[in-house]
């Protein structure tokens, strides 16, 4: 995979992290509700990264 790519996997996967959280913490609310409130604080964490990184590539792209 190319280097400019990267964060696109990040935020790809920060998306589902907080759809599977998401779809926890509604649909399955009796058994693991915590376990989708912390998926979703995880897909979070993965989309911020991503967004991160796409904020640091464009500025070594606008540098060059």
Same mark, same amino acid.
């Not at 609310?29 to 964490?45: I, Q, S, T, Y």
């Given at each position: 995979?190319?280097?400019?790519?990267?964060?696109?996997?990040?935020?790809?996967?920060?998306? &589902?992290?907080?759809? +599977?959280? =998401? %779809?926890?913490?509604?649909?399955? *609310?009796?058994?693991?509700?915590?376990?989708? $409130?912390?998926?979703?604080? &995880?897909?979070?964490? +993965?989309? =911020? %990264?991503?967004?991160?990184?796409? *904020?640091?590539?464009?500025?070594?792209?606008? $540098?060059?």
């Amino acid at each position: 995979m190319k280097k400019r790519e990267e964060y696109r996997k990040y935020i790809f996967m920060g998306i &589902v992290v907080i759809s +599977l959280g =998401i %779809v926890f913490s509604t649909t399955l *609310k009796d058994n693991v509700e915590p376990l989708g $409130n912390v998926l979703v604080a &995880v897909g979070g964490l +993965l989309f =911020i %990264v991503g967004m991160s990184k796409k *904020k640091r590539e464009e500025k070594e792209r606008d $540098n060059n």
